[in-house]
């Protein structure tokens, strides 16, 4: 699986935007780019993933450049319970056509703190 | 309530005392994992099983073993416990054909 490259941490004022990078150069053409969160000392949190179109579900968009070796997660209006680190992960497979590889690296995260 | 629990969720042990934390999800998923969370290491992960009787190494098995003996269940066994084992650990599930893997509420273990 391909690394990822993250911010450690980041700020955003509530009700504003969060955007948060993600860089992964040497991500293959097969891999896909998934985001998760972590609030406090809870279990991963699923939020988004995709290949190489932009995608957006009801937490979250995800921006994935035109090369592929980055991404964007957009929290369009951030709150409180917002606060969290947020992992990127690229790895093999995005569901609908995986096979069977499962190894998944998720490194350090992006400690976002929203800011009343 | 789909969910994976695992238990204990805290345990405080002595070094060499082998002890089992269970993983158990409710969701008929395939693929199963454990993963391990230290400070300034991230989540990392330990083992993973793609089905019944099928598991592999993830980035740190030393210590550690696993077994899959039926779909539901995926115990995380430490032989011989040391310090370096002290960790928040965290079981996981997913689908076959999904891409959102599911978390247990995490373990958080300590060897003396």
């Known amino acids: 699986d391909a690394k990822t490259t993250q911010p450690t941490s980041m700020d955003c004022a509530e009700g504003r935007a969060a955007n948060l990078p993600c860089n992964h150069s040497t991500i293959s053409g097969n891999e896909y780019v998934y985001w998760y969160r972590q609030i406090h000392s809870q279990g991963p949190q699923y939020i988004i993933h995709g290949l190489k179109n932009n995608e957006t579900n009801e937490m979250a968009s995800l921006i994935i450049t035109e090369d592929r070796k980055s991404s964007t997660l957009i929290l369009p209006h951030a709150t409180l319970r917002d606060t969290a680190v947020y992992y990127c992960?690229?790895?093999?497979?995005?569901?609908?056509?995986?096979?069977?590889?499962?190894?998944?690296?998720f490194g350090t995260g992006t400690k976002l703190q929203v800011i009343p | 309530e789909a969910q994976v629990t695992q238990n204990p969720r805290y345990l405080i042990t002595v070094t060499g005392k082998k002890l089992t934390v269970t993983c158990s999800q409710n969701?008929?998923?395939?693929?199963m994992s454990w993963y391990r969370q230290d400070p300034g290491l991230g989540l990392r992960q330990i083992y993973y099983s793609m089905n019944v009787e099928v598991t592999d190494k993830g980035d740190v098995p030393e210590g550690y073993k696993v077994s899959r003996k039926e779909k539901r269940n995926f115990p995380l066994i430490l032989e011989s416990p040391s310090p370096n084992q002290t960790s928040l650990y965290f079981c996981a599930s997913r689908k076959e054909l999904s891409a959102e893997q599911y978390f247990g509420p995490g373990t958080r273990l300590t060897v003396t």
């Open positions: 992960i690229v790895r093999v497979g995005g569901g609908l056509n995986s096979g069977g590889y499962q190894k998944v690296t």
């Open positions: 969701m008929n998923h395939e693929y």
